[in-house]
């Protein structure tokens, strides 16, 4: 077998929060009177939740202090987690969760890399929390996509080495992550069209015709 583990993203890969997140950072730049849009999203997807305001903060007049970020940060969490409480099981397709089943069928370890610090609760949320054989999260990260030590906790929880494991991946700086931390790396979505992206795939099942696999 080529890969013995597969690492997911969970914002835009195992379930669609990238536009949950999206939906909450409007709000705040709406209500600050930032200039928002898609196109800036779009940057934010994968890196911190502190990285992403500072790239909302790009198209503000107005500087601000670190305890205003820390209170804005917070603000934009709030509406976001608000948000998350109407997610279910519903929220994950048939495609992910047939993918999960037959990975571990074939005895492929299965591992969350997310930068959030709200993907336990997700998991929960969804219906996922047994599924995976070790969750890398955002919690007590010192660095965020794109440096890898997300995906080195992952690769780490399951026993495995870097070379051994496919991260898939929804963002440029998830897949500049992989890369650096010397795993495989498949991109769907936006990074489907990234050039540094190993394999580029349409939906998450993709991945089993990858060969070998
Ligand atoms: C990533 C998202 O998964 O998590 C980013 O792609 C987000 O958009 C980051 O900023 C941090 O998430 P959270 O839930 O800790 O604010
Ligand atoms: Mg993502």
Known sequence: MKYKGVIFDLDGVICFTDELHYLAWKALADRLNIYFDREINQRMRGVSRMDS????????????????????AAEKNAIYADSLRKMSEK????????????????GVKIALGSSSKN??????????????????????????KPDPEVFLKAAEKLGLEPKDCLVVEDAVAGIDAGVAGGFATAGIGPAAGYDKAGYKIEKVSDILKISDL
């Open 53 to 72: 305001l500072n790239i909302l903060l790009e198209k503000s007049d107005v500087e601000y202090s670190e305890v205003q970020k820390e209170a804005f």
């Open 91 to 106: 929220d994950v397709s048939d495609d992910v969760r047939q993918t999960l089943k037959t990975l571990r069928e074939k």
């Open 119 to 144: 993907a336990q609760a997700i998991l929960e949320r969804i219906g996922l929390e047994e599924m995976f054989d070790a969750v890398s999260d955002g919690n007590g990260l010192e660095k965020f």
